[in-house]
């Protein structure tokens, strides 16, 4: 598997994570941690890194509780916000924030975005306008 190109490896990357998945129910069942994948790597040589969460069931992940500290100084709207942004107004549900916290984290289905901090207050200003209005 040497000189493996980032393409091949983005495919095994996939059938790696099908597999595993499988296995992540039971883990829940058995010992009560929700498993989840984080970003994979590979260092060209073949070798495959995966950056695998465990987090017990009702606690927060990290994104999550930087994201609480910090929302009321930053003037966000509190975890687990959904908002609809942009044109087609597809709605994000806010789930953490980065670690340098200059973005906001979110879902949206199962995609996974990147919001400006900016944007997120903006829309979240503009909701409570709106339900002062109401």
Do not use: C
């Amino acid at each position: 598997m040497n000189n493996i190109s980032k393409l091949e490896m983005n495919s095994v990357f996939k059938k790696v994570e099908g597999e595993l998945s499988k296995s992540f129910d039971t883990i829940k069942t058995k010992y009560g941690y929700q498993v989840k994948f984080g970003k994979g790597s590979y260092d060209g040589e073949g070798n495959l890194y995966i950056k695998l969460e465990a987090l017990k069931d009702g606690a927060l992940s990290a994104e999550a509780q930087r994201y609480n500290a910090n929302r009321i100084w930053m003037g966000l709207p509190p975890l687990g916000t959904v908002m609809k942004i942009g044109v087609g107004s597809r709605e994000y549900t806010i789930t953490g924030m980065n670690t340098t916290g200059s973005k906001i984290k979110a879902t949206s289905g199962d995609a996974k975005y990147l919001l400006t901090n900016e944007t997120v207050k903006a829309v979240w200003s503009s909701m409570k306008a709106k339900e002062a209005v109401a």
